[in-house]
């Protein structure tokens, strides 16, 4: 059971991740376009800082999903 819910949480963190991921792509890009001489809403830099901790925790989490699965279906 503890396995589960652990899993559960593990695979609901993913699904947060994967749509945080999407906004922060979405935010990137519309900073990254800005008019000569204007200053984009948010840093890009930040943006990008925040989308690279994402995306590796979210390969983390990926790693440790698919290993949770093999030991369940051993």
């Known amino acids: 059971m503890v396995i589960k819910m652990k899993l559960a949480e ?37 943006l990008i800082s925040e989308l690279d901790g994402c995306i590796a925790r979210l390969e983390y989490l990926i790693a440790k999903i698919n290993l949770s699965l093999i030991h369940i279906s051993e």
């Open 10 to 46: 593990a695979l609901q963190e993913r699904a947060d991740l994967n749509r945080r991921i999407e906004q922060l792509n979405s935010r990137l890009y519309r900073n990254s376009k800005v008019q000569q001489g204007r200053n984009p809403e948010e840093d890009p830099a930040e």
